[in-house]
């Protein structure tokens, strides 16, 4: 059974389009890139999966379970690193995890883990304040991961990181084999190794999905993004 299904979700901002008629399945373990240019609805999406926002039409399943329009209850099952890292930047990268881990019901040691995992074990004590935009990022990751959630949503997880950041981020991705992964990176060659599927969205609809096996590689994904011309 697929972890995550879509059944024909669209996605409306007044007259724009964010998404139109998406019709996704994604298997447990199952990484999959979403591509295209900029409008094309990657971020929309994101958000839906994420439940913080609700399709116009459509419906969005987590293991079986509708999420329901009022109450979505399946926000413990997922991690979110969006754009904007969204940390309390007053408190130290300790206390921000804590937090999270409260609100999940996970073992505050585990903070420990996750900091030690991006990184982080020895600027744990310091304000986020202090933080640069990949250590930042790096938080971001170990927050999103601290309750093993079923699904990992990720925007942009590598933009603005620096060689360190970078490696440590990709380290965390690849160890969360049962995790299922979306993605949208504009960085295709990094996209592209953590990938078994690359989903192209044009418009906000969904153009072409293929496996990354079948496809010969990052070079033949940036060929078809400039094959593809913009929306007007
Ligand atoms: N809150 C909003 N209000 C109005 N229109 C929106 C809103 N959010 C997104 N849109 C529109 O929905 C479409 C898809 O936007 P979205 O941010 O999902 O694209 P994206 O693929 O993530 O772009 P980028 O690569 O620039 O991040 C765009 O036309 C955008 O203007």
Do not use: W
């Not at 059944?7 to 998404?19: A, D, L, Q």
């Not at 329009?69 to 309390?88: K, L, N, S």
């Not at 999940?104 to 990184?119: I, M």
Request: charge should be negative; aromatic fraction near 6%.
């Amino acid at each position: 059974m697929a972890v995550l299904s879509l059944s024909t979700v669209s996605k409306y901002f007044g007259p724009k389009v964010g998404v139109e008629g998406i019709d996704i399945e994604v298997g447990r373990g199952e990484s999959v890139l979403l591509f295209g240019h900029n409008g094309s609805g990657k971020t929309t999406l994101l958000r839906l999966l994420a439940t913080l926002t609700r399709p116009s039409e459509g419906t969005i399943s987590l293991e079986g379970t509708e999420f329901s329009r009022d109450r979505p209850t399946q926000r413990g099952e997922i991690g979110f690193v969006a754009h904007e890292t969204y940390h309390y930047e007053q408190l130290t990268a300790r206390e921000n995890l804590r937090l999270h881990a409260r609100l999940h019901g996970v073992d505050r040691s585990r903070c420990e883990t996750q900091l030690d995992a991006v990184g982080l074990a020895d600027r744990a004590s310091d304000p986020v304040s202090e933080f640069s935009h990949g250590m930042a990022k790096r938080l971001a990751l170990a927050r999103a991961t601290l309750h093993d959630p079923l699904l990992l949503l990720l925007d942009e997880p590598f933009t603005g990181l620096d060689q360190e950041s970078l490696l440590r981020v990709t380290d965390q991705l690849r160890n969360l084999e049962e995790t299922t992964i979306v993605f949208a990176t504009h960085d295709v060659d990094h996209g592209f190794t953590h990938a078994d599927r690359v989903l192209t969205l044009k418009g906000g609809q969904l153009v072409r999905d293929i496996d990354t096996a079948d496809c010969p590689g990052p070079d033949a994904i940036r060929q078809q993004y400039v094959d593809t011309p913009r929306q007007p």
